[in-house]
C-alpha cells in the first residue's frame, strides 16, 4: 500500500475550525474517518471534486470535519440528497457518511433503491448497533436480547444483514470489516471509491459509552479486542461449526459486480437518445 504523509491527509481536515470533535472516548468514528481521508489521499482525489453527505447520528457528525464539499442533511435522508447530487453532478465521487440507524430503518428505503439502481455512490456505513446520538434506542442491527434505551428488558427483533440487505437488492461493490482492522477498512473505502456503482463498506464499530454501558460490553479496548475475535474472514468463518458461528461476523469483500450498468451512465444515455434528430432516430 502507498506510504501516505501526514501532510497530505492534513489538507483534507478542516483541523484549524472544527477540531477538538465530538465523538465519544473509545468511538470507532475517529477510525473511521482516518481510513476515508488516508484512502482518499492514497487515490489523490481532489477535494473540490467531493461530496460528503450524511444524514444524522454519530457517524453523521464527519463531515463536519472534512475538507470537501459536505451536506449535513436529515435523518435518514443522506442517500437521497447524494443521489441528487451524483444526479446533476455525475462527474463527482460523492461518499455517503451513514449509521447503521440512519441507513437501514429511517432511511432503508433509500438504501435498497440506491443498491438497486446502482447509482455511482461511496456509502460507508458505521455499524455500533444502535442509535448513539439520539438517545440509544435500538437499531435494526442491535443484536437480539441486548438493551437499548427503547428495549430496557433485551431487544427481541431479528436484526439485518446489512451487507445481504445491500447484495439482494442489487449493489454492485459489498465490503465489512471492522474498526480494529482499520488498514483493511482503508483498502475496502478505496476499492470503493474506484468502483463504477453503488458501493456498500460497512465497518462494524465500537460505541463504549451508549451500547457499551446498556450491556456491559466493556470499556474501550475490551470492544476493540472484541471486535478482533469475532469479526473473521469468510473463509475461517466457513470453517467453523454451526455453534461457534453464532457470534461471529463475516468480513471481507462479499460483491464485486463490474457488469451492471451505472445509473447515470444509463440516465445519461437515455437523454442522448431523446435528443437524436427525428429523421436519425427512425433509421
Known sequence: MKKISQKSIHKYLRHDKKFPHVWCPGCSNGIVLGAVIRAIAELGLKKDNIAMVSGIGCSSRMPVYADFNTLHSLHGRAIAYATGVKMYKPEMDVVVITGDGDATAIGGNHFIHAARRNIDLTVILINNNIYGM????????????????????????????????????????????????????????????????????EV????????????????????????????????????????????????????????????????????????????????
Request: charge should be negative.
Open 134 to 201: 439520539t438517545g440509544g434506542q435500538y437499531s435494526p442491527t442491535t443484536p437480539y436480547g441486548d438493551k437499548a434505551t427503547t428495549t430496557p428488558y433485551g431487544n427481541i427483533d431479528p436484526t439485518f444483514d446489512i451487507c445481504q440487505l445491500a447484495i439482494g437488492a442489487g449493489a454492485t461493490f459489498v465490503a465489512r470489516t471492522s474498526a480494529y482492522h482499520a488498514i483493511e477498512a482503508q483498502s475496502f473505502i478505496k476499492q470503493a471509491f474506484e468502483h463504477k456503482g453503488f458501493s456498500l463498506v
Open 204 to 283: 462494524i464499530s465500537a460505541c463504549p459509552v451508549i451500547y457499551g454501558r446498556l450491556n456491559k460490553k466493556g470499556d474501550a479496548p475490551t470492544m476493540m479486542k472484541q471486535m478482533k475475535e469475532n469479526v473473521i474472514p469468510v473463509k475461517q468463518y466457513e470453517k467453523l461449526s454451526a455453534e461457534a458461528k453464532a457470534d461471529k461476523i463475516t468480513k471481507g469483500i462479499l460483491m464485486h459486480d463490474t457488469d451492471k450498468k451505472e445509473y447515470t451512465e444509463a440516465y445519461s444515455e437515455l437523454i442522448n437518445s431523446l435528443n437524436k434528430p427525428e429523421e436519425e432516430s427512425n433509421e
